[in-house]
């Protein structure tokens, strides 16, 4: 049984308070719950802060898996890209052994077929003219065989389809079928038939289907011997292994004679067999006259070139004319008397007899329907018979009589239909009729409308422009409107030399891919030496080579000096830097541009030998003589010296010289790794095409770039050549990445990047920019309203002291009471206290269960608002 009893709390609200006979109190509870959501706020703080340290772990333990997988992945493509690029010069060596090795080593006719290859092994060098992408070394190709172009299999397969297509769709059906019509190649337009459209995926030589990708072979290559007849046709087939572009020209040996066969026969590559002699031909001339006075040469001889007095067909004029032209007319009527003797010949300068009179024997009226013999003198007279000829029509017949000259016009009224077959109209047989209705079918572009009045069904092609961008991305479609892809542009851009002189024609769109024409006009650069003229050599890029002439300076002795110019020799310069310590690098050493001493004079001089023996002798001494590459010396001992074709210079190579058999030697561009591929040669080496790998400045991307780029580039080249063109992965100290394209050096330290700062309170927020921030530049003070809610926190934070210290007091009061009621126990026996039952109702029975969840809701919402604030 409890008791109600009404309490006044700090808050000046109302709390019940019921007392129970065992001594309980409800107030205790209400105490209760408020820990209880002190509690609750407090784990929900502890449960974000381990939330956001969790995060924190997985973020950081992503990165650095994230980081090894890309270290991992780039060391190991590197070491694999590095491995192929190595293999390069091995895969062209071995391509062209059987060549060289059945010709003596003689490779100079390979250039075209060497620049095919090359491109083949360079990624992204061949270029689909179709679909404009790069051709990969595992997709399927097909090679045209007049240009040797090189299209991806689908690509051409739809071309090929397309192209028959259009050029069947205006066919009736009729025509269509009794034609094999062709399909042109997209770049050369050389024609295929329509059976000859690409199927199935074969290597260059058309051995091997579907070839497997090797790296030590050419690409899409089977490597067998070509073995294709060369063209034109000799008897012989290509020595070198499949490969794509032409087949070179033929390197066999054959004897045989020159032109005329007069010289004997000699031995000669089998692509230049044929030879002049040089010796006049001597045949006889088709005027049969004179004899042929051309040096040896091939085909019919000439028409003989002398001039003779001839007379013309009739005999009435005379005139200088060639030799080769004998019969000649005169432009003058004949004018000699027919055997009529009242007509006179009308034939211009003939030979022979002028014939009988065109007017004697028997002659047709103009019907042609009566025939009478009368003099030359007298006309035909017309028969009076109806004309009876076919007029225009074809359909009708003359009705005058017998007349001169031409028919008249069809006049008779017919009825005629249209051209389109609508319509009928009663007219004149020689007028066309044709309706005003317009056709509605759809052209054979299958986009617009014929709209021609009176289309017979047979619409003419669209002739309207099609207009579409093509794939050069420069030019749209000149053609009319059609169906299917386009034809690649017909534009030609020009690639030029250095010089300007020589001008390579491409097709648009690849004039950026393309390397410039090699021009065979002669470098007008002025000498760098004391030379007064440099050596002639072909137009080129960069600096000018090397000059190779003898020196010819003066020496003490007298003698000319007869070393290679040496006023602009590369030298290396060592010992420049001193190291500091065992810890820094040596530095490679650096060649620099400077004049050589002309060297010690070793022409030698006569020895007086007995006149019995007088005669040449080996000096026991080194030959010296400069050999045919021009840089190196013969290095026998002092031998026989023979003289070739007179020539006197004595530093020349003789016969009995050795034979240079080293590799180049001479010095590459600053920066370039790589060997010559030439042997040892006397003009400059070829540019360096061979493809470098170096990496980004954000070190994440391999990138490919041509030797001779990076070399002849300057600082600011290089930098842009050595970007990825990617956003810059570095860090800021900051916390943010870097906005730059991948650059050099270091990142910009003003961040630009917004923030949010937040008051001291955490209630209020503001987006700044990340370096003001850093800097202490801009700062969030408390307004009003922070200040008013700190307050309130404050205030209800005084109040749950205040609850807390009353609760105290209540407790030692209850604890007091129940000391007294003990002490009354001991007299209840004598005096007993009636006491009144009070019966409680639902509400005050029921209230304490309802109002503590209500208030724990509103206090835990409370607590959420002002953490979403903040």
């Known amino acids: 049984m409890c008791v109600g009893k009404i309490t006044g709390n700090t808050d000046g609200g109302i709390l019940p308070s019921v007392r129970c006979h065992r001594g309980e109190s409800m107030e205790k509870r209400t105490v209760e719950s408020l820990k209880f959501n002190m509690a609750l ?161 074969y290597c260059y030589c058309g051995k091997v289907e579907d070839p497997e990708l090797d790296a030590w072979l050419v690409p899409h290559s089977c490597g067998q011997v070509c073995e294709r007849e060369f063209k034109p046709p000799c008897g012989h087939k290509c020595l070198l292994l499949c490969h794509p572009g032409p087949c070179p020209p033929c390197p066999k040996m054959v004897t045989i004679a020159c032109y005329c066969k007069k010289a004997k026969p000699v031995p000669r590559r089998c692509s230049t067999k044929e030879w002049s002699c040089q010796l006049p031909c001597g045949r006889k001339l088709p005027c049969g006259q004179h004899n042929c006075e051309n040096p040896c040469h091939p085909g019919n001889c000439q028409s003989c070139p002398r001039v003779s007095k001839q007379r013309c067909v009739c005999g009435r004029q005379i005139a200088e004319r060639l030799c080769a032209c004998p019969f000649w007319q005169c432009e003058q009527v004949c004018g000699r008397t027919l055997p009529c003797g009242n007509h006179t010949c009308e034939q211009v300068c003939h030979s022979g007899p002028c014939g009988e009179c ?22 035909v007279p017309t028969c009076g018979d109806s004309c009876d000829k076919v007029l225009e029509c074809g359909i009708h017949r003359c009705s005058q009589r017998c007349h001169r000259g031409p028919c008249e016009i069809c006049r008779q009224e017919v009825e005629k239909q249209c051209r389109c077959g609508k319509h009928t109209k009663r007219m004149p047989c020689h007028k066309p009729y044709l309706c005003e209705t317009k056709c509605t079918k759809i052209r054979d572009c299958q986009k617009h409308q014929c709209k021609r009045k009176c289309c017979s069904g047979n619409c003419p092609p669209c002739d309207q422009f099609c207009g579409r961008m093509l794939g050069c991305r420069n030019h749209k479609c000149p053609s009319v409107c059609h169906r299917g892809s386009c034809y690649p542009c017909p534009e030609t851009v020009d690639v030029l030399c250095n010089c300007g002189k020589t001008v390579l ?185 061979q493809m470098l790998k170096i990496k980004c400045h954000c070190k994440l991307t391999n990138l490919y770039i041509e030797c001779i780029k990076i070399t002849c580039a300057d600082l600011k080249e290089k930098d842009l050549l050595s970007s990825c063109k990617n956003q810059c992965p570095k860090e800021l100290p900051c916390g943010h990445r870097c906005k730059e394209i991948c650059h050099s050096g270091d990142c910009p330290q003003n961040c630009n990047q917004k923030v949010k700062l937040r008051c001291p309170c955490k209630r209020m927020k503001k987006e700044l920019q990340c370096s003001k921030v850093r800097e202490g530049q801009v700062s969030l003070e408390c307004d009003t309203l922070c200040k008013e809610m700190k307050r309130k926190a404050s205030e209800i934070k005084e109040a749950e002291a205040k609850a807390a210290i009353e609760e105290e007091k209540q407790r030692q009061q209850a604890e007091l009471e129940a000391f007294e009621n003990r002490l009354k126990g001991r007299r209840k026996n004598k005096r007993r206290k009636d006491e009144v039952e009070v019966e409680q109702s639902v509400w005050q029975k029921y209230k304490n269960f309802i109002m503590l969840p209500i208030c724990g809701v509103a206090v835990v919402m409370l607590a959420w608002l002002m953490a979403y604030n903040n």
């Open 505 to 689: 024609k491409v097709p648009c769109g690849r004039e950026r891919s393309t390397k410039p024409p090699k021009c065979k006009e002669l470098c007008s650069r002025p000498p760098t030496c004391h030379h007064p003229s440099q050596e002639k050599h072909s137009c080129h890029f960069g600096p000018c080579p090397a000059c190779r002439q003898s020196c010819q300076k003066v020496l003490k002795c007298g003698h000319l000096c007869p070393a290679s110019c040496h006023d602009e020799a590369l030298v290396k310069q060592t010992g420049l830097h001193q190291p500091a310590g065992p810890w820094e690098q040596p530095s490679e050493p650096a060649f620099i541009q400077t004049a050589l001493p002309c060297p010690p004079c070793q022409i030698p001089i006569p020895t007086p030998l007995p006149c019995h023996s007088a005669g040449p002798y080996s000096c026991k001494r080194f030959c010296g003589q400069l050999l045919d590459c021009q840089n190196h010396t013969c290095m026998k001992e002092c031998h026989k010296f023979t003289k070739v074709n007179g020539n006197d210079d004595r530093q020349k190579a003789s016969p009995e010289c050795s034979q240079c058999e080293e590799a180049c030697t001479k010095p590459r561009p600053p920066g370039c790794p790589h060997s010559c591929i030439l042997p040892c040669h006397p003009d400059q080496c070829p540019p360096c095409v």
């Open 358 to 379: 065109p007017r004697s024997g028997k002659r047709p009226c103009p019907c042609e329907k009566s025939m009478c013999v009368l003099p030359c003198t007298e006309d």
């Open 41 to 201: 706020k407090l784990m929900y703080f502890y449960a974000e802060l381990s939330s956001q340290k969790k995060f924190d772990e997985i973020k950081k333990a992503n990165q650095a898996a994230a980081k090894k997988f890309v270290e991992d992945q780039f060391s190991s493509s590197s070491e694999e890209e590095e491995d192929i690029e190595g293999k390069h010069g091995k895969i062209l060596a071995k391509t062209f052994t059987t060549y060289t090795n059945q010709t003596d080593g003689d490779a100079s006719e390979l250039e075209r077929t060497r620049q095919y290859v090359n491109e083949a092994f360079q990624s992204g060098a061949l270029t689909c003219l179709i679909c404009i992408a790069s051709v990969k070394r595992n997709q399927a190709v097909w090679s045209c065989s007049g240009c040797f172009c090189i299209f991806h299999m689908p690509c051409i397969q739809k071309w090929a389809k397309d192209s028959l297509f259009l050029i069947s769709s205006p066919l009736t059906d009729d025509d269509f079928g009794k034609k094999d019509y062709p399909w042109p190649c997209p770049k050369c337009r050389f024609e295929y038939k329509r059976s000859e459209a690409p199927t199935r995926y």
